[in-house]
């Protein structure tokens, strides 16, 4: 099953002007719900269109325990039944304990039949809702429809591939056998034999399949459906290939995800796991992310440097583990001097920090609970002293560009003067995206350098990029800007 990735890049609110979010804010109720609780029932007429602020839903056909799609942050339901006045076809309830913007319909059509500029967007942004989701529905039919196909899209490369897959499971079955016949496991020579092969197919994928391919969408998702199905065994032995695929948070690149990335510990079931786990973690997205770490170190670090012993403010948006936090305090000889507001909207990442933060930190790490939706449409307000760096990892790559501009307006009203912004992204030059779009359902927004400098143009921030730097792989490039 594809799961829809939480932050889905606000395909209904993002399409929706300043104006109608404000009327959309003003009007709509906060619902809060425990998890397991059921807010949609197939057959019924839904009385609201809802959006998710925080949290996951499941949607799922009556009389069947299979999901049909997860919805995160900024996703919206029930719009269809709000358009058509149909009965609802599926039910939705909470994954787990999720916050809900409640749109009552009758206040709704009240407002789209008064106003006719409202009425015009609102039906466009439903339309563009629509449209993404019938483009994901026809890739999951193209997907069903592979084996039927095998001979519709033939190619040299596509041979290739198919060559490739099938050396790969022929090394993997020997390598099991090695297993299985000595104490010592695998040998060292079959190990590094096999995380070349994978590395060597990874990079022929992407070639193939990925946004450079000369192939149209339908040929592209064809050939991903059956690699992902021919690769599916494999992947759910690997601790971190299974997570990414089956992403129990909603999305792939979750707190833990990362935190297993940085480890850099391979782990999973059986002869094979650890072997195969290794593979993943081979491929130049898990080595940019494990490097990403170290540049925001860097920055920090030279922050503090220029700070000269007073004090200084940093806040991680979307932060995760957190991981370069910790690794600056480490060095440092008097943590005081670093005061970090760590926000996140998954408690479970939150969490996570707390259990590492000893008691030399108690008083310099601020673990905050907040939806960053909420904060860049300026629904909520997050109290902070002016910053000297506002940063995020991993964040504005699930986003649409229009978001992207709202949150740097959002972190140019919390910094300082000469305060500076850090955002990273992932650039079309990363040769795993194929993996991660086809196999792993990792879907990522990749931004050139120009891009990012465009971003900024239009935010409040009114120029282009101060500097953007690469970590060393290449494909993580990050963009930093001050308020001048």
Known sequence: MNQQQVFSALTFIGELGKEDIGWVLSNAIEQQLIQGELVVKAGELPGAMYVVIHGLMEVKLPGSHQEVTLLGPGECFSEVSFIDGQMASADVRARENTMLLVLPAEVLSQHLDTDECARSTFYKAFAVTLATRLRKANALVQSLQSKAADTEFCSDSESRIYQMINALQEGF??????????????KESTTLKLREGFSNFVTELNQLIGDKSTLNLSQRAHIGARVQQAMLPYLTLSELGDRMYAKPRGYAGDYLTIDQIYKNSPAGSGRLGELLDQCFLDQSAGKAVQNRRGLMVEEITATLKERNGELTRVTSLACGPAAELFDVYANMNDPNQLQCTCVDIDFEALAHISARTTPRL??????????LVYLALG?????????DIIYSIGLIDYFNDKFVVNLLNFIYGKLKKGGRVILGNFHPANETRALMDYVLDWKLIHRTEEDMHRLFLESAFNSRCE??????????????????
């Open 173 to 186: 079955f020997h390598a099991d056998q090695e297993a299985i016949k000595s104490d010592n496991g695998v």
């Open 467 to 484: 500097q953007i730097r690469f970590e060393q792989t290449g494909i993580n490039l990050f963009a930093i800007g001050r308020k001048s």
């Open 379 to 387: 629904r909520s307000e997050l109290n902070l002293p002016p910053q």
């Open 362 to 371: 108690k008083n310099c790490l601020k673990l905050t609970n907040a939806n």
